[in-house]
């Protein structure tokens, strides 16, 4: 499954690394790029000096297309949800390792990119602040993608529900997630505050969908429901290991979805291919990537609730 997402992930995603405001890189070489920022946290309970480190796929790398930059295979973006939330706290410094195409592998093993490394190499002992957005393309995001959106046809609700909750596939990647956090614990700072994000919907998890909008995308209905299925699989997976391991979990917003007019997500398939001049479709847009930023920052600093 993992191969399709990674086929598709460029001409999907659209991301830039660039500097936070006010910044210097400091560093990079290996797939990634680390930011120097203005040597004061404003984390809560963080100490002087605290790393925050991005991690994640595309849903965590996308942004704006018009500022990707060349050469950059994994296709980070100066807007994308890393640099979102730097700006916001502007910790001592900051490393975006989210790439497009991840997978859980991708975190702790090396991947077949050329001039990456694991997304783990960018924590250390100063590292007290990590999110992380992961856990769709290991979960087939790739196969609903193609089969439900990309080039609808009749194996969406297969695809959809090939790993529910309960099933050897969900099981496996629950238990490598679980283990992932693990890892990324004993190679940070013993302080470190991990935040386990979940994806912005495409669609309303429940409801009418707006058919007038899946008409213009040339989206059958039913593939929402079947979309709606793996989501809130893949919801639940990333909830339960937050749970397991102690760590925040960041619900995203649930408004503003691909059919609203000011989407936090954009939609595409086969009509809009040629609509999408800013973000393409079935990824954050810059917009969303700014309010779920917001949205952990707030829970960071304790003034929104839980999910």
């Given at each position: 499954m993992s191969w399709i997402r990674r086929a598709i992930a460029m001409p999907l995603v659209a991301c830039l690394v660039l500097a936070v405001a006010g910044s210097t890189a400091i560093g990079g070489g290996s797939g990634y790029?680390?930011?120097?920022?203005?040597?004061?946290?404003?984390?809560?309970?963080?100490?002087?000096?605290?790393?925050?480190?991005?991690m994640g796929d595309s849903y965590a790398a996308s942004g704006t297309q018009a500022k990707m930059q060349p050469m950059d295979l994994c296709a980070r973006n100066g807007d994308d949800l890393g640099h979102v939330l730097a700006q916001r706290l502007q910790p001592y410094s900051f490393t975006d390792r989210a790439c497009s195409g991840a997978t859980l592998d991708d975190l702790t093993q090396p991947s077949p990119k050329p001039n990456t490394?694991?997304?783990?190499?960018?924590v250390g002992?100063?590292?007290?602040?990590?999110?992380?957005?992961?856990?769709?393309?290991?979960?087939?995001?790739?196969?609903?993608?193609?089969h439900c959106f990309g080039d609808p046809d009749d194996r969406c609700g297969a695809v959809a529900?090939?790993?529910?909750?309960?099933?050897?596939?969900?099981?496996?990647?629950?238990?490598?997630?679980?283990?992932?956090?693990?890892?990324?614990?004993?190679?940070?700072?013993?302080?470190?505050?991990?935040?386990?994000?979940?994806?912005?919907?495409?669609?309303?998890?429940?409801?009418?969908?707006?058919?007038?909008?899946?008409?213009?995308?040339?989206?059958?209905?039913?593939?929402?429901e079947h979309w709606r299925t793996w989501y809130r699989s893949v919801d639940r997976l990333i909830r339960e290991v937050a749970a397991d391991r102690g760590v925040m979990y960041v619900q995203p917003p649930l408004d503003h979805t691909a059919c609203d007019p000011d989407p936090y997500a954009r939609l595409g398939g086969p009509k809009l291919k040629a609509q999408e001049p800013e973000a393409n479709g079935l990824h954050p847009t810059a917009a969303g990537q700014r309010a779920l930023g917001n949205l952990i920052e707030d829970r960071l600093r304790g003034t929104a609730p839980p999910a």
């Open positions: 790029t680390h930011y120097q920022s203005n040597a004061v946290s404003y984390i809560p309970d963080l100490p002087g000096g605290a790393q925050y480190v991005a490394s694991p997304q783990i190499y960018g002992p100063f590292t007290r602040l990590v999110t992380i957005l992961i856990g769709a393309n290991s979960i087939g995001f790739g196969n609903i993608v193609v529900t090939q790993d529910l909750p309960g099933s050897q596939g969900w099981n496996f990647v629950r238990a490598q997630y679980a283990a992932t956090v693990d890892a990324i614990k004993k190679a940070a700072a013993p302080d470190v505050r991990i935040v386990l994000v979940g994806y912005l919907p495409l669609f309303s998890v429940d409801g009418p969908p707006d058919r007038a909008c899946l008409d213009r995308a040339g989206i059958p209905e039913r593939n929402v």
